[in-house]
């Protein structure tokens, strides 16, 4: 897993290097850890301070921030024997452990802009930063628990011996201040806190103070190395690539500057001072036609190229005030306006613009009184606009099944389900988990105070849902009586039906059965087994 955590780390410095700007540090400093075995309220003694290096890579995503990926490893130890109480020194607890770190951290350096002065170059500073991260740290210890008893070590110490929790989530913060000693090159003091989400970093949780995670720290003398390629008028582009390195300029124009915002560097603008159109060198076009003003016949009025810059809206050879009909284009010569079909309809009165028709049929050759495209004598919803595809039924979310047969008749669904959407994984997922967590009272069918709050997921996808109807089933494994069992089945699924009710739901929403221990997910020879039989199950429908 470590050399994971390596070629993870080089594979992401060379993403890094590959940027204009980025930067590597090399951290030499020590570690120290706080945790079980080491004395609350109390720092650590320097003789459990490890040697503890690192090596990070940063890619600039802004003048003050900084993306930081970093490998770093320590070494930690700690012992009761350096408490002040009695009863933890007797206790005589010991470990050393190693750690390596892989995180990936937001710097923020509020001065760095400070570097690169706006008039161009570059000089040296001494700036604080600060940083804050997540990562994974991947741990070895070496725990002494002091000598088992007769029977063996007692289960919390047992329990700890047994526990692998590597890697852990770790958050890294804290900050540091560097000194650049050139361009390319600075020294840096940094100190920085790790929230560990284990306790078991010293291999002693159970058998320590369980509620509270470890921690270690981290300090010392960076040592970093800047690649910096230069951008003399601090626009973005660098002077390599840069068409115009002395003037702040754009990225189309290739770094090189267009004044007017035109879209043409000033460099082959004809008027670089005054917004114009590519098409006319960058001079005005006061009609936003696309034909310059020196060659518009119509300057003040937009219109079209084939037209000389005068207004022909559809582009039918003629003159808007010439066009009887000036936003349709001509068909069949009937002064400006189309009839597409030699109908004698003009296409903006005829339904059927491509279809030879008849008066009566408003340019169709059939009656069509809802307009939906079917002809009455074949529509099944002659009053109501439908589709071919329904038999001029109406299907108003288009899943295949008409209004009148559709139970969602708004909402996409399947014939499955009535036309309704289908369950979706991520409410599967819920109901398993409810129906996994869902307790209650060991013999009863009182509802734990955690299952409620389950529960109350359920009211939610139901509120949210109007359409789904629950079943609930209620389900025990065989032990006992069969008959006391479908009883008790039958209580705890009528209390997540009283519950779910108390909770808004429709009572006519929901069903609950009992099933007792006929209905089996696993074997009853176990412990695991009946405890996943005992069970109660919600499933949702739609009727």
Same mark, same amino acid.
């Given at each position: 897993m470590r050399h994971y955590i390596l070629w993870c780390g080089l594979l992401w410095s060379v993403t890094l290097l590959a940027q204009p700007r980025a930067e590597l540090n090399l951290l030499l400093g020590g570690s120290t850890y706080f945790g079980d075995l080491q004395v609350e309220d109390r720092i650590p003694n320097w003789d459990q301070v490890?040697?503890?290096?690192?090596?990070?890579?940063?890619?600039?995503?802004?003048?003050?921030?900084?993306?930081?990926?970093?490998?770093?490893?320590?070494? +930690?130890?700690?012992?009761?024997?350096?408490?002040?109480? /009695?009863?933890?020194?007797e206790r005589d607890f010991s470990f050393t452990g190693q750690l390596v770190e892989g995180?990936?951290?937001?710097?923020?350096?509020?001065?760095?802009?400070?570097? +690169?002065? /706006?008039?161009?170059?570059?000089?040296?500073?001494?700036?604080?930063?600060?940083?804050?991260? /997540?990562?994974?740290?991947?741990?070895?210890?070496?725990?002494?628990?002091g000598n088992p008893g007769i029977d063996g070590f007692p289960p919390k110490i047992q329990a700890d011996i047994d526990a692998q929790e590597s890697p852990a989530f770790v958050l890294p913060m804290g900050g540091g201040l560097r000194f650049d000693l050139s361009k390319h090159t600075s020294l840096g003091l940094e100190v920085?806190?790790?929230? &560990?989400?284990?306790?078991?970093l010293d291999g002693v949780s159970n058998s320590g103070r369980s509620d509270t995670d470890d921690w270690y720290v981290t300090g010392g003398v960076t040592v970093s190395y800047r690649w910096v390629t230069p951008d003399y008028d601090r626009d973005g582009f660098l002077d !390599?690539?840069?068409?115009?390195?002395? $003037?702040?300029?754009?990225?189309?124009? !290739?770094?090189?500057? *267009?004044?007017?915002?035109?879209?043409?560097?000033? #460099?082959?603008?004809?008027?670089? +001072?005054?917004?114009?159109?590519?098409?006319?060198?960058? @001079?005005?076009?006061?009609?936003?036609?696309?034909?310059?003003?020196?060659?518009?016949?119509?300057?003040?009025?937009?219109g079209a190229i084939s037209a000389?810059? %005068?207004?022909?809206?559809?582009?039918?050879?003629?003159? *808007?005030?010439?066009?009887?009909?000036?936003?349709?284009?001509?068909? #069949?010569?009937?002064?400006? %306006?189309?009839?597409?079909?030699?109908?004698?309809?003009?296409?903006a009165r005829d339904r059927c613009p491509n279809l030879a028709g008849t008066s009566e049929g408003e340019g169709c050759p059939y009656v069509d009184k809802d307009h939906d495209g079917v002809?009455? *004598?074949?529509?099944?919803?002659?009053?109501?606009?439908?589709?071919?595809?329904?038999?001029? @039924?109406?299907?108003?979310?288009?899943?295949?099944?008409?209004?009148?047969?559709? !139970?969602?008749?708004?909402?996409?669904? &399947?014939?499955?389900?009535?036309?309704?959407?289908e369950v979706s994984e991520a409410i599967k997922e819920t109901l398993a988990v409810v129906t996994e967590a869902v307790q209650f009272e060991t013999g009863s069918n009182q509802l734990k105070g955690s299952s409620q709050e389950?529960?109350?997921?359920?009211?939610?996808?139901?509120?949210?849902?109007? =359409? +789904?109807?629950?079943?609930?089933?209620?389900?025990?494994?065989?032990?006992?009586?069969?008959?006391? #069992?479908?009883?008790?089945? $039958?209580?705890?699924?009528?209390?997540?039906?009283? =519950?779910?009710q108390s909770a808004g739901v429709n009572a006519e929403r929901m069903a609950h059965e009992g099933f007792g221990e006929s209905q089996p997910i696993a074997s009853n020879t176990t412990k695991e087994g009946r405890r996943k039989n005992r069970r109660v199950a919600f499933e949702l429908v739609v009727r």
């Open positions: 490890q040697f503890a290096p690192g090596l990070q890579f940063g890619l600039p995503i802004s003048k003050s921030f900084l993306l930081r990926a970093g490998i770093q490893s320590a070494s +930690y130890e700690g012992a009761d024997a350096f408490s002040e109480i /009695a009863v933890i020194r995180s990936l951290q937001l710097v923020w350096e509020p001065f760095a802009q400070r570097r +690169y002065p /706006a008039t161009g170059g570059y000089r040296n500073i001494v700036s604080p930063y600060f940083f804050v991260g /997540a990562g994974l740290t991947f741990f070895e210890h070496s725990t002494r628990y920085g806190a790790r929230k &560990t989400f284990t306790d078991q !390599k690539d840069d068409a115009c390195p002395e $003037q702040a300029g754009v990225e189309y124009a !290739k770094g090189c500057p *267009d004044s007017d915002g035109d879209g043409l560097p000033d #460099n082959v603008d004809l008027c670089p +001072y005054q917004a114009g159109k590519l098409d006319a060198r960058g @001079c005005p076009d006061t009609d936003f036609d696309g034909v310059a003003d020196f060659v518009d016949d119509c300057p003040d009025y937009p000389k810059g %005068c207004p022909d809206a559809d582009g039918d050879g003629l003159k *808007d005030e010439q066009d009887m009909c000036p936003y349709c284009p001509a068909v #069949n010569g009937l002064s400006g %306006c189309p009839d597409a079909d030699g109908d004698g309809i003009e296409d002809p009455d *004598d074949e529509d099944q919803c002659p009053e109501l606009a439908g589709s071919i595809a329904t038999k001029g @039924c109406p299907d108003s979310d288009g899943d295949g099944m008409i209004d009148a047969e559709d !139970k969602c008749p708004l909402l996409a669904g &399947t014939k499955d389900h009535g036309g309704c959407p389950k529960l109350d997921e359920l009211v939610a996808i139901l509120m949210a849902h109007p =359409y +789904y109807h629950l079943t609930i089933s209620g389900h025990t494994d065989s032990q006992g009586k069969a008959a006391d #069992n479908l009883k008790l089945s $039958q209580a705890r699924a009528q209390a997540c039906f009283e =519950y779910l």
